[in-house]
């Protein structure tokens, strides 16, 4: 920092935050031992400035301080000391925090790779070797050779076949993505899925084509969150938590943070520590599928830089293929102004989509779906779609949910306890479930003896002979859909007609009329 800054306010989480992530643009990128003198230059500045601050709020400092650190390979180059040290200095007031989750992992980083030496020392020996931390090596100035690979045949029965661990969304050595706005159920969804795939129940619908275990990482919700919808899934679905020990995992971005990416001046750059703890994690819990909810909250670089997103989906695609484990990236999408969702919908840069091997969108239903469903609360009703809008199927066709809503009974003292969504599949009504060929013989017997009207506003309206015959109730909602989709189904087949006439003041109507008598 230099005198010519005006101090900052430091009287928030987001204006320490804010400060500080626009001081690691000059050190995530730069040279070892530049990085380790701008890193301590700003360290010294946010702790003078924070003399007499709250604790929570110094807390806050050094926690990013240490990201910092990590992102620049510090913890790599110098060791966590040495960071210690420049902290506990800058913070002499009441010392530094312990290392946060993400210096840790880039310290074990480094232990597990003790047979190299130092960043620093490698510069010495050989400047063109060292490489930038995160960032994939470019080769510096040596050749760099690349050989094509002769292809060789192999017997088709002989290929492995597609490790498929869910339906056709989550697959081994792949990254998955499902995108929604907010609020429509896709953490939820989500963690259902993981519940079904932990315990090879198929609580959706969905047999899981393996059981295997499940890491759940959540970057924006508290646990206790987490606790309650995993809790009333469980309960609805009445899952033994026998079936969950040792198969399930679950963390919260609040206590682990998994940050792979962060924006420099340079731009992008992976924390390579990170991913390998990462991959670490994964191998040494067999974690068959990861879900990252959101993939926003993994990353920190600009989400309509698309080479940067595509550098964060490509290190995604690679913890997948080296773990061997299935990735599902959840993703927020961009608002359309009321418009259906499609993948191409998903916030930010299009590279997030070309690299993942399923994409599908949760649509909430719409009003007139609802009116043909016969549906009160329509928000509670959404459907799964793979793929892009002109190939997706009729509403009564495609794969509907719901949630419902469960209560905890966690009050306590006689107060309400939390009411919790819970996903469930919802099929779509079928407007024939009960009905047979004498019901129809038996409607059109009571369309032939009066004169009905084929719109259903009509006080004649053809609905109620339906409805009569069929023990109906042609006021309520969802009665009322199941008739019109009768008419419709009995006109489109030839069994009832509509005809032009005219009504008892001679305004001109379209009434229904039997058309081909029904048989067996």
């Known amino acids: 920092m230099n005198?010519?800054?005006?101090?900052?306010k430091f009287d928030s989480e987001q204006a320490v935050y804010a400060f500080?992530?626009?001081?690691?643009?000059?050190?995530?990128g730069a040279a070892p031992k530049d990085a380790a003198e701008k890193f301590a230059v700003c360290a010294d500045y946010v702790g003078e400035a924070m003399q007499g601050s709250g604790g929570e709020l110094k807390r806050v400092a050094v926690d990013r301080l240490q990201d910092i650190a990590v992102g620049a390979g510090l913890a790599a180059s110098y060791g966590d000391n040495w960071i210690q040290s420049?902290?506990?200095?800058?913070?002499?007031?009441?010392?530094?925090?312990?290392?946060?989750?993400?210096?840790?992992?880039?310290?074990?980083y480094r232990r597990k790779r003790a047979l190299s030496p130092p960043r620093a020392e490698r510069e010495q020996a050989d400047p063109d070797e060292a490489e930038p931390p995160g960032r994939e090596a470019s080769g510096g100035g040596k050749p760099v050779a690349i050989a094509a690979s002769a292809f060789k045949w192999i017997d088709p029965a002989a290929i492995p076949r597609r490790q498929w661990l869910y339906?056709?969304?989550?697959?081994?050595?792949?990254?998955?993505?499902?995108?929604?706005?907010?609020?429509?159920?896709?953490?939820?969804?989500?963690?259902?899925?993981?519940?079904?795939?932990v315990t090879g129940r198929p609580l959706l619908g969905v047999t899981p084509d393996e059981r295997v275990n499940v890491w759940y990482w959540n970057g924006e919700d508290p646990e206790e969150e987490l606790q309650r919808r995993i809790a009333a899934a469980a309960l609805r679905y009445e899952i033994d938590p026998t079936e969950l020990e040792g198969r399930l995992f679950v963390d919260t971005g609040r206590k682990t943070k998994i940050v792979i990416a962060e924006q420099t001046r340079a731009g992008a750059v992976i924390a390579r520590p990170i991913v390998e703890a990462v991959i670490e994690t994964i191998k040494a819990n067999a974690i068959g599928?990861?879900?990252?909810?959101?993939?926003?909250?993994?990353?920190?670089?600009?989400?309509?830089?698309?080479?940067?997103?595509?550098?964060?989906?490509?290190?995604?695609?690679?913890?997948?293929?080296l773990t061997g484990c299935a990735i599902e990236l959840v993703h927020h999408a961009r608002k359309t102004g009321g418009a259906e969702i499609t993948v191409e919908d998903g916030r930010g840069g299009s590279a997030l989509l070309a690299k993942v091997r399923s994409a599908r969108t949760l649509n909430g239903m719409t009003d007139d779906e609802a009116s043909r469903a016969g549906v009160e609360n329509r928000r509670a009703y959404f459907r799964v779609q793979n793929g892009k809008a002109n190939l997706s199927p009729a509403p009564d066709k495609a794969d509907w949910y719901r949630l419902e809503s469960f209560d905890l009974d966690n009050g306590g003292d006689g107060r309400p306890g939390d009411s919790v969504g819970v996903m469930t599949?919802?099929?779509?009504?079928?407007?024939?479930?009960?009905?047979?060929?004498?019901?129809?013989?038996?409607?059109?017997?009571?369309?032939?003896?009066?004169?009905?009207?084929?719109?259903?506003?009509?006080?004649?309206?053809?609905g109620h002979a339906v409805a009569a015959v069929l023990k109906l109730d042609a006021t309520s909602k969802a009665h009322k859909a199941k008739i019109v989709g009768l008419l419709k189904t009995w006109i489109s087949t030839g069994m009832l007609r509509v005809?032009?006439?005219?009504?008892?003041?001679?305004?001109?109507?379209?009434?229904?009329?039997?058309?081909?008598p029904a048989n067996d």
């Open 20 to 28: 500080i992530s626009a001081a690691s643009i000059g050190i995530i």
């Open 499 to 516: 005809v032009d006439g005219e009504d008892a003041k001679r305004m001109k109507r379209s009434f229904i009329e039997v058309g081909t």
């Open 289 to 321: 599928l990861m879900t990252v909810d959101p993939v926003v909250a993994s990353h920190r670089v600009v989400e309509n830089d698309n080479p940067a997103i595509e550098l964060v989906a490509a290190t995604w695609a690679e913890i997948a293929d």
């Open 167 to 197: 339906g056709r969304h989550y697959v081994r050595k792949f990254i998955s993505e499902t995108v929604a706005p907010g609020a429509y159920g896709k953490s939820t969804l989500a963690m259902t899925e993981a519940l079904a795939i």
């Open 425 to 462: 599949r919802w099929t779509w009504p079928d407007a024939f479930d009960g009905v047979t060929v004498s019901d129809l013989r038996a409607v059109q017997v009571a369309i032939a003896a009066d004169r009905w009207r084929e719109s259903p506003q009509a006080k004649e309206w053809a």
């Open 3 to 8: 005198a010519s800054f005006p101090a900052p």
């Open 86 to 108: 420049v902290l506990t200095r800058a913070f002499a007031e009441d010392g530094a925090r312990p290392l946060s989750t993400s210096a840790q992992a880039a310290i074990e």
